[in-house]
């Protein structure tokens, strides 16, 4: 297939280019080029001068593992019954058949990742997948980090029940005493591999298995936090276990920005058009991505879904607009930016030659960002998942 007379966004080295076209075959990105191709074949596209951009990413979600319009029955999100548990795995609580994933198409959503919720400390492992299938296997791009919660949420959880944690102090505890059995467990297996007549291998522990490539940094630790001392003990806990750590939500990243940037950490900022719901979201400001921009933060803006619908996440990059982000930066926090904190950016995040054909389309004019856009084309891994008015 080749798309001509489009006005493409790369998102990469070779930045804007006014009159270019694409070839896609067998599902990625073949060629780009500019002017007039030499050739056109029977499925040719005219985009008609329109905008062609890479697919959106949402870099934090609980799409599929939170249904839409269903209670208890498909919350698959929290397994609250043990404030440790690196052992679960978001992939097998994902219903691809949620319509939810038809609405984040509609709205050129292409990859997201779907996470366990922050009820515990440690909440499980996240997957990266595309917005397109009917099983969850064939969608999956990566197991690409584990999930820890600071502050308020597993504080509150296990309040309510007279357990372990109800103070930060304890919510910290837990999670070093998990990475310190882990780490443990790393080397009493080192120790059999290499010397097995003397060594015997330790008993088998999920949740020191789940915790290895984290410890290897083959994942990264993806931290909730709002608070500016949450982020902080984040980047503390991370420091002492060697780990590759990643900031959600960074509702107080203003605040503290200049060392977010120090530390080199990426945040993934949002839900940003709600309200300050709950006391650790008291520092909520529409400056926050900006800010943290400006002090040289890599930056991925996220709905949260469900506690924003997926279908507003280019709305959210909007609203982070207004509060003084760049709009080129602002479709970088939705391509490039959260592909690379996932760790997916040799797949998808920008067009180039050889990445997945995640595409979309926008007429002449639009603003992809935009609350009444939506694309006229989208594409995933080649496949048109939407086609109107071309």
Not at 2 to 16: P, W
Not at 210 to 238: E, G, Q, S, V
Not at 302 to 330: R, W
Request: charged share 25%; with cysteine; aromatic share 6%.
């Amino acid at each position: 297939m080749l798309i001509y007379n489009a006005e493409i966004y790369t998102i990469d080295s070779s930045g804007v280019i006014k009159n270019g076209w694409i070839e896609i075959q067998d599902g990625r990105i073949a060629a780009i080029g500019e002017g007039t191709p030499e050739t056109f074949g029977a499925d040719c596209l005219d985009a008609q001068g329109g905008m062609l951009l890479p697919g959106f990413i949402d870099a934090h979600t609980h799409l599929g593992i939170i249904e839409d319009s269903i209670d208890f029955e498909g919350d698959d999100c929290n397994e609250s019954t043990d404030p440790f548990s690196p052992h679960m795995r978001a992939i097998d609580g994902i219903n691809p058949f949620d319509r939810c994933f038809e609405e984040a198409r509609t709205r050129g959503i292409t990859s997201v990742a779907s996470c366990p919720g922050s009820a515990n400390p440690c909440g499980g492992e996240i997957c990266a997948i595309k917005t397109n299938g009917r099983r969850i296997d064939d969608m999956l791009i990566k197991n690409c980090g584990i999930k820890f919660a600071l502050g308020e949420n597993p504080k509150n959880v296990y309040n309510g029940r007279e357990e372990a944690p109800v103070t930060r102090m304890a919510v910290s505890a837990i999670i070093r005493e998990g990475l310190y059995k882990a780490r443990r467990y790393v080397h009493d297996m080192d120790s059999y591999y290499s010397d097995s007549e003397n060594y015997n291998p330790p008993e088998y522990d999920i949740k020191c298995e789940a915790l290895m490539p984290l410890l290897d940094r083959k994942m990264k630790a993806f931290f909730h936090c709002h608070r500016a001392d949450d982020i902080c003990t984040a980047m503390r806990i991370a420091k002492e276990f060697s780990l590759e750590p990643v900031i959600i939500h960074g509702t107080e990243g203003h605040r503290i920005a200049d060392i977010i940037a120090e530390e080199e950490v990426p945040v993934i900022c949002g839900p940003i058009i709600c309200d300050r719901c709950k006391p650790e979201m008291r520092g909520l400001e529409l400056k926050n991505a900006s800010i943290m921009h400006e002090n040289g933060v890599k930056l991925a803006i996220c709905t949260d879904h469900t506690v924003i619908p997926i279908q507003y996440l280019p709305l959210s990059a909007q609203a982070a607009v207004k509060g003084g982000l760049g709009f080129e930066d602002a479709l970088k926090t939705l391509t490039i930016n959260p592909a690379e904190i996932l760790g997916i950016e040799e797949t998808t995040g920008s067009l180039a030659v050889g990445k997945d054909a995640d595409l979309q389309l926008y007429k002449k004019g639009e603003n992809p960002l935009d609350l009444m856009s939506e694309p006229q084309l989208v594409m995933i891994n080649g496949e048109i998942c939407r086609k109107e008015n071309l």
